[in-house]
């Protein structure tokens, strides 16, 4: 149970009522978190619009976004996150075995060096966020990827994290 009272459909204001169809067009579903965010229309308004805005393809893909939330997720343990992001990187085709690697132990899971030096950053980006400075910046550039596949590495992790310190801080439970 969350540590705060969720908005069901059936109490939603027409605005939430709104959001919420958008929500279950996406998910099949109106997810826990958003139900407790509910109090809040403007709040998820924003992050959906945030969430179109960063996880979109661009310099890197969808999926490998996917994977770096999942990775970031991991490294929080924030088992909601965990269990909701398995399932949509099992929507671009990767298997559960794999996602359960990245959030456990992404250092061995079956992806090129390019792709981990982009979880490596992603793990210092949420340990030790005031310890990240250039060296850092440059082997991510080292690795092939350009200055814009860095920044969204970066609004990525940082999305990630804010959404972990919500659903942790809500004290969420797995949706059914």
């Known amino acids: 149970m969350a540590y705060v009272s969720e908005v069901e459909e059936t109490q939603a204001t027409p605005e939430l009522q709104e959001i919420y169809a958008t929500i279950e067009k ?3 579903f109106v997810p826990h ?5 509910g109090a809040v229309p403007e709040v998820i308004a924003a992050q959906l619009k945030m969430n179109s805005a960063i996880m979109e393809d661009g310099a890197l893909s969808a ?3 996917e994977q770096i939330g999942l990775v970031v997720s991991g490294i929080n343990a924030s088992s909601y996150c ?3 992001h398995m399932e949509l990187l ?7 075995q ?3 690697k990245l959030a456990t132990d992404y250092m061995r899971a079956p992806v090129d060096d390019k792709t981990k030096a982009l979880f490596r950053f992603a793990d210092k980006l949420t340990r030790k966020p005031v310890d990240v400075e250039q060296s850092d910046a440059d082997e991510v550039l080292r690795a092939g990827w350009s200055q814009d596949a860095l920044r969204e590495t970066v609004l990525v992790v940082s999305f990630f994290n804010y959404i972990n310190r919500v659903s ?3 004290g969420l439970v797995e949706d059914e």
């Open 168 to 170: 942790l801080g809500l």
């Open 90 to 96: 099992q929507q671009f085709g990767f298997d559960q």
């Open 98 to 100: 794999f996602a359960r």
């Open 26 to 28: 996406g998910f099949g």
């Open 63 to 65: 999926a490998v976004k």
């Open 33 to 37: 978190y958003f139900k407790a965010l």
């Open 82 to 84: 965990i269990t909701i």
